[in-house]
């Protein structure tokens, strides 16, 4: 039956082949449908799309442009809530004849903020089998999207800091909008974390400060020129509004009418998302990752106990608790790491960790920041207490099976072989590895911790790849690994962003067993379309159904000479897609 264990976590189907077309490729017995596709109506009465006549005001009604996240909640066995990340738009690809921020049509401009943020569609099942399409009819009441525009209330230690008050938010503790969400996670209690990463990129004429410069914000223009249409980009005007963004996201799919929050006690960096596990006693952890080369990883742990139930008290988890930073230590000889993968005498690349404290939500731990500063410029706290600096450290994952958890290095191409150390062994590291963390104890509230990197990706010809030890004629090629996900097995879900310039291969998804005699089978369920990068993954909860979002099919293309066209045909357009097995079985068997 569907919720019985698999006798074998080992997944069965045949991999599909490394290509280079435009189009989702399922193995044989599966199938797929787009579910959704950039500028679909999903607030009711929103109007068709019309990609020679958008506007600001239409897009904020339909769906936005490149999906990364993706989180499902069931509302009953055949409905249910999907929320889709807009990390960001390729302007190139959504308006003919576009050359930049600066020359562009300020309704574009309005256009490509109103993509941003976020989705929630309500789903309803093709009735007996894992597919799953948009609800069309009827109320759809739960269907909202979050843009540049919508209120964040500011929640946590640092909430109403001075360095979050602005001229239009004097009190620092309502933010418009949310930008560049990257990947994320779902919540014991329903809601949905979203990471904010990139966020530099919408300021123009940041003031020379330590901060900034750490955080990648510039003085001169950013290509997007979002300040043309909203004043608050421009940091030379307003410099507080940057330190409102690069945070932990938490917003409740549920509830159409709630006001979204920006979770302070997280940290502020460019984070890539955050994944909660209980710990034994029953509090959260959250693991993150600071997606930039050399940055690091994150964990918070909260103060209180999750309560099953109760809603409001579990809304409070994120506010109160530690934020501690990680740092690891190799356990073979230095000179054994020499950046060209070659495994040590000992076999592995592993060693043991500690999760430094930086602060609680009461006290500060590093010299000269406050909890409020630690919160803010957590960066430049981070700096003062040693981390080990990792290669752009993506998506964490906790494995439902075991409680290990799971940590996507994507790569790093500054990496000189002499940085190499064992945790990141390869330098430079073109294509990537998998970290995986065993907390003492089994325990997310640890603050020590075992480590080994199971996974070194690229073509698996190459010397410099290790699949755990496992025989690397019968596994597939990987590069770029970076949203990762769980089945009920145990089997780790790997979604690459980067695999055409790397090996020169679409993007894929991939599923490797992390458990037994199969650990290191790394096998490839789904390539996406032409210069497109795979994000989602997610495995529902019932198993029947895997949700993927090819994002930015054909960017390297233009309207007037697109390189992918994606889904329809005419020219590439963002989408989250589902797959399933038409005879109905588990995913991935
Ligand atoms: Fe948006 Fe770190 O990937
Ligand atoms: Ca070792
Ligand atoms: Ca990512
Ligand atoms: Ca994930």
């Given at each position: 039956?569907?919720?019985?264990?698999?006798?074998?976590p080992?997944?069965?189907?045949?991999?599909?082949q490394p290509?280079?077309?435009?189009?989702?490729s399922?193995?044989g017995?599966?199938?797929?449908?787009?579910?959704?596709?950039?500028?679909?109506?999903?607030?009711?009465?929103?109007?068709?799309?019309?990609?020679?006549?958008?506007?600001g005001?239409?897009?904020?009604?339909?769906?936005g442009y490149?999906?990364?996240?993706?989180?499902?909640?069931?509302?009953?066995d055949?409905?249910?809530?999907?929320?889709v990340?807009?990390?960001?738009?390729?302007?190139?690809?959504?308006f003919?004849?576009?050359?930049?921020?600066?020359d562009?049509?300020?309704?574009?401009?309005r256009?490509?903020?109103a993509a941003?943020?976020?989705?929630?569609?309500?789903?309803?099942?093709?009735?007996?089998?894992?597919?799953?399409k948009?609800v069309?009819?009827?109320?759809?009441?739960?269907n909202?999207?979050?843009?540049?525009?919508?209120p964040?209330?500011v929640?946590?230690?640092?909430?109403?800091?001075?360095l979050?008050?602005?001229?239009?938010?004097p009190?620092?503790?309502?933010?418009?909008?949310?930008?560049?969400?990257?990947?994320?996670?779902?919540t014991?209690?329903?809601?949905?974390?979203?990471?904010?990463?990139?966020?530099?990129?919408?300021?123009?004429?940041?003031?020379?400060?330590?901060?900034?410069?750490r955080?990648?914000?510039?003085?001169?223009?950013s290509?997007?020129?979002?300040?043309?249409?909203?004043?608050?980009f421009?940091?030379?005007?307003?410099?507080?509004?940057?330190?409102?963004?690069?945070?932990?996201?938490?917003?409740?799919?549920?509830?159409?009418?709630?006001?979204?929050?920006?979770?302070?006690?997280l940290?502020r960096?460019?984070?890539?998302?955050a994944?909660?596990?209980?710990?034994?006693d029953?509090?959260?952890?959250?693991y993150?990752?600071?997606?930039?080369?050399?940055?690091?990883?994150?964990?918070?742990?909260?103060?209180?106990?999750?309560?099953?139930?109760?809603?409001?008290?579990?809304?409070t988890?994120?506010?109160?608790?530690?934020?501690?930073?990680?740092?690891?230590?190799?356990?073979?000889?230095?000179?054994?790491?020499?950046g060209?993968?070659?495994?040590?005498?000992?076999?592995?690349?592993?060693?043991?960790?500690?999760?430094?404290?930086?602060?609680?939500?009461?006290?500060?731990?590093?010299?000269?920041?406050?909890?409020?500063?630690?919160?803010?410029?957590?960066?430049?706290?981070?700096d003062?207490?040693?981390p080990?600096?990792?290669?752009?450290?993506?998506?964490?994952?906790?494995?439902?099976?075991?409680?290990k958890?799971?940590?996507?290095?994507?790569?790093?191409?500054?990496?000189?072989?002499?940085?190499?150390?064992?945790?990141?062994?390869?330098?430079?590291?073109?294509?990537?590895?998998?970290?995986?963390?065993?907390?003492d104890?089994?325990?997310?509230?640890?603050t020590t911790?075992?480590?080994?990197?199971?996974?070194?990706?690229?073509?698996?010809?190459?010397?410099?790849?290790?699949?755990?030890?496992?025989?690397k004629?019968?596994?597939?090629?990987i590069s770029?690994?970076?949203?990762?996900?769980?089945?009920?097995?145990?089997?780790?879900w790997?979604?690459?962003?980067?695999?055409?310039?790397?090996?020169?291969?679409?993007?894929?998804?991939?599923?490797?067993p992390?458990?037994?005699?199969?650990?290191?089978?790394?096998?490839?369920?789904?390539?996406?379309?032409?210069?497109?990068?795979?994000?989602?993954?997610?495995i529902?909860?019932?198993?029947?159904?895997?949700?993927?979002?090819?994002?930015?099919?054909?960017?390297?293309?233009t309207?007037?000479?697109?390189?992918?066209?994606?889904p329809?045909?005419?020219?590439?357009?963002?989408?989250?897609?589902?797959?399933?097995?038409?005879?109905g079985?588990?995913?991935g068997?």
């Amino acid at each position: 039956g569907p919720n019985r264990p698999h006798p074998s976590p080992r997944p069965t189907f045949k991999s599909v082949q490394p290509n280079n077309l435009d189009q989702v490729s399922v193995p044989g017995g599966y199938d797929h449908h787009v579910i959704i596709r950039w500028g679909d109506p999903v607030l009711p009465g929103a109007p068709e799309f019309d990609f020679e006549n958008q506007t600001g005001e239409a897009q904020a009604q339909q769906f936005g442009y490149n999906c990364d996240y993706v989180g499902f909640f069931t509302l009953d066995d055949d409905h249910g809530l999907l929320w889709v990340n807009h990390e960001y738009t390729n302007e190139g690809l959504m308006f003919a004849g576009y050359s930049g921020g600066g020359d562009a049509d300020l309704e574009w401009i309005r256009v490509a903020m109103a993509a941003h943020g976020g989705s929630v569609v309500e789903l309803e099942r093709v009735y007996g089998t894992g597919q799953w399409k948009l609800v069309t009819e009827g109320a759809r009441s739960f269907n909202r999207r979050i843009t540049p525009d919508t209120p964040f209330r500011v929640a946590g230690p640092a909430a109403g800091h001075q360095l979050l008050r602005t001229e239009a938010d004097p009190e620092g503790t309502r933010v418009l909008g949310t930008l560049n969400n990257c990947a994320g996670g779902m919540t014991p209690w329903g809601t949905i974390l979203s990471g904010e990463e990139n966020f530099h990129q919408y300021f123009v004429g940041a003031p020379a400060t330590e901060a900034n410069s750490r955080y990648g914000l510039r003085s001169g223009y950013s290509g997007r020129r979002w300040d043309r249409v909203d004043e608050r980009f421009d940091l030379a005007k307003h410099p507080n509004e940057a330190n409102r963004f690069g945070y932990i996201v938490e917003i409740d799919p549920h509830d159409p009418d709630s006001t979204p929050v920006k979770r302070t006690m997280l940290g502020r960096f460019k984070h890539e998302g955050a994944n909660v596990n209980l710990t034994e006693d029953g509090r959260v952890a959250a693991y993150m990752g600071d997606d930039e080369r050399f940055d690091y990883m994150y964990k918070f742990v909260s103060a209180k106990k999750f309560v099953e139930g109760s809603r409001k008290h579990n809304m409070t988890l994120l506010d109160t608790g530690t934020l501690y930073v990680a740092r690891l230590e190799g356990n073979s000889p230095e000179e054994e790491i020499d950046g060209s993968g070659t495994l040590p005498s000992d076999g592995e690349f592993d060693g043991t960790g500690e999760w430094i404290p930086l602060c609680t939500d009461t006290e500060s731990f590093v010299e000269g920041f406050s909890v409020a500063e630690v919160l803010i410029h957590t960066r430049l706290a981070a700096d003062k207490v040693g981390p080990t600096k990792m290669d752009r450290p993506e998506d964490f994952e906790p494995s439902p099976a075991t409680g290990k958890v799971y940590c996507a290095l994507t790569n790093n191409s500054a990496r000189e072989p002499g940085q190499a150390d064992e945790p990141n062994p390869r330098g430079p590291n073109k294509y990537g590895h998998i970290l995986e963390i065993i907390e003492d104890g089994a325990d997310s509230a640890a603050t020590t911790f075992t480590w080994n990197v199971p996974i070194v990706c690229g073509n698996p010809e190459d010397e410099d790849t290790y699949y755990a030890g496992y025989d690397k004629s019968k596994v597939m090629p990987i590069s770029a690994p970076d949203n990762v996900a769980f089945d009920k097995q145990g089997n780790l879900w790997i979604a690459t962003d980067g695999q055409p310039g790397s090996l020169g291969i679409n993007d894929a998804l991939h599923v490797v067993p992390m458990e037994g005699r199969f650990r290191g089978e790394l096998k490839t369920f789904a390539t996406v379309p032409f210069e497109a990068e795979t994000c989602g993954p997610l495995i529902t909860e019932d198993q029947k159904t895997v949700f993927l979002a090819p994002q930015h099919p054909g960017e390297n293309g233009t309207v007037e000479a697109p390189t992918s066209v994606w889904p329809d045909g005419d020219f590439p357009r963002p989408s989250v897609v589902c797959a399933w097995h038409k005879g109905g079985r588990d995913i991935g068997t």
